[in-house]
């Protein structure tokens, strides 16, 4: 089983759509969780922290989910500039070395 | 703009050649990474430093070899490379892989797209 698991998509959503990706990680003993963003052809930028008690940043949601070790982002009234791959991290401490494990990404089209 | 920049962008290679790769950042970090990025797979971390010592060396063949010679650089060594390391190879920081400063953020260079013929 994958450390961390996606829905590779692609997700094709109109402007203005809401859309939900979720993630699922295997190890029970993971910390801290992020979303990131990987535009075509770019390196991968942190979108947003996922804290237990969800979290709100503008339009993006997150939440977690630890007893069904499952995360979520949810995205409001989607734009074009919206389109990228979406990256779920799980951030791990194994032997006093914090590993981000990735998944494989979703992957978002906005159309107009 | 990032504050991690990485040469070559991109790079071509024979099995029998040894090139290196650079990574250099201007944040003021602790811990460097280096990832590789194939296609339709996730992000595989191969090596961690922190403050200079590498902690991690996640089963990469000694084809690669890192080197860190302080904070702010990376170097990634490669040779006789097979066709299968070609891939993205991706660089990143952040201020500290051990937990007392991790801020959970990592940094990435725009990355060396790596072919090996």
């Known amino acids: 089983r994958k450390e961390v698991e996606q829905d590779p998509g692609p997700f094709n959503v109109p402007e203005g759509a809401t859309v939900a990706f979720n993630c699922t990680y295997s190890?029970?003993?993971?910390?801290?969780f992020f979303w990131y963003r990987q535009d075509c052809r770019k390196e991968p930028k942190l979108l947003m922290s996922?804290?237990?008690s969800g979290n709100e940043d503008g339009r993006f949601t997150a939440q977690l989910n630890r007893a069904s070790q499952y995360i979520s982002l949810l995205i409001r009234d989607s734009k074009l500039s919206d389109s990228a791959t979406y990256l779920c991290v799980v951030n791990k401490e194994i032997s006093g070395t914090y590993k981000y494990i990735f998944g494989t990404g979703t992957r978002l089209k906005v159309l107009a | 703009e990032t504050g991690v920049t990485q040469t070559p962008r991109h790079l071509v290679m024979g099995m029998t050649n040894k090139k290196s790769l650079k990574c250099e950042q201007h944040l003021g970090h602790n811990a460097m990474y280096w990832y590789k990025q194939s296609a339709k797979k996730p992000l595989e971390l191969m090596f961690v430093y922190n403050f200079k010592e590498q902690t991690e060396n996640n089963s990469v063949p000694s084809r690669f070899s890192p080197e860190c010679p302080n904070s702010s650089h990376l170097f990634l060594h490669l040779h006789t490379l097979q066709p299968e390391d070609s891939a993205l190879y991706l660089c990143?920081?952040?201020?500290?892989?051990?937990?007392?400063?991790?801020?959970?953020?990592?940094?990435f260079g725009e990355g060396s797209r790596l072919t090996v013929l």
């Open positions: 190890n029970s003993a993971s910390q801290s």
């Open positions: 990143a920081s952040s201020q500290d892989a051990s937990g007392q400063l991790n801020t959970g953020e990592l940094f």
């Open positions: 996922v804290y237990s």
